[in-house]
Nanobody, 125 residues
Framework: QVQLVESGGGLVQTGDSLRLSCVAS????????MGWFRQAPGKEREFVAG????????DYADPVKGRFTISRDAAKNTVSLQMNSLKPEDTAVYYC??????????????????WGQGTQVTVSS
């Protein structure tokens, strides 16, 4: 069993930055591929960014490329999402996810086995 706890969400203005963090427990962190997803009201959950077990493979959804950066810190069992130049369309609940089976989880939410409770990000115009 893997527990994921997100933090760092909030209300910001267009152009501001936020840093989301997700602490994982219950399994060796280096054995987990990690990802961030988001879900806006009335929309399906969508992939934001993913990182492999080693941290060497990264992937981003097109809408966030160049603005968001995913990283992981093995010493702290933490995966982070640095979000810069935020836009109103980034408003959503952001979820951290863990894949215990693959080196890299990919962009499909069904690949991931465990999910955090979510953290709200609201960007005002």
């Amino acid at each position: 069993q893997v527990q994921l706890v997100e933090s760092g969400g909030g209300l910001v203005q267009t152009g501001d930055s936020l840093r989301l963090s997700c602490v994982a427990s219950g399994r060796t962190f280096s054995a987990l591929a990690m990802g961030w997803f988001r879900q806006a009201p009335g929309k399906e959950r969508e992939f934001v960014a993913g990182i492999s077990r080693s941290g060497l493979s990264l992937d981003y959804a097109d809408p966030v490329k160049g603005r968001f950066t995913i990283s992981r810190d093995a010493a702290k069992n933490t995966v982070s999402l640095q979000m810069n130049s935020l836009k109103p369309e980034d408003t959503a609940v952001y979820y951290c996810a863990a894949d215990v089976d693959a080196y890299y989880g990919g962009s499909r939410w069904s690949n991931y086995d465990y999910w955090g409770q979510g953290t709200q990000v609201t960007v005002s115009s």
